[in-house]
């Protein structure tokens, strides 16, 4: 029994840690790409160049969440762990939106997309040993 928590508490970890270096990494890349990309949280109004912007940020971290949800899935096949690693990521989210304040679209949508998109991880690799197995 200590095994199968050991091995739940792994996946979970393996996984909320691949979600926020990843989401980090590509925060970095965007930076060095377009280095308006910095100065988005916090605005009142933003420009439609600036909207863009953000819909990539917000397409980075739930990609994040997605291989965030591969990860656990590989280590541990419950589906209560998706859940955990859901909510360590949006109890972040929600401290990042609260450090901020604005766009607040941004962070509706990023806490709603992030079990979906782990969901989605999860199920991938389901389908993917169900597959192989036959």
Known sequence: MKHIKWKNG????CGVFTIVFLSIAFALLES?????????????????????????????????????GLVIAFISKKIQNIIWGS???????????????????????SILGIFPSMYLGHRLIRKTERFLSN
């Open 10 to 13: 792994l996946a979970i970890a």
């Open 32 to 68: 060095q790409i377009y280095p308006e990309s910095t100065e988005l949280f916090g605005k009142i109004s933003l420009s439609i160049h600036e909207w863009y912007l953000l819909l990539l940020k917000l397409s980075a971290n739930l990609f994040s969440c997605f291989l965030g």
């Open 87 to 109: 909510a360590f990521i949006s109890l972040i989210i929600i401290w990042l939106w609260y450090s901020t304040k604005n766009p607040t679209l941004f962070w509706i949508v």
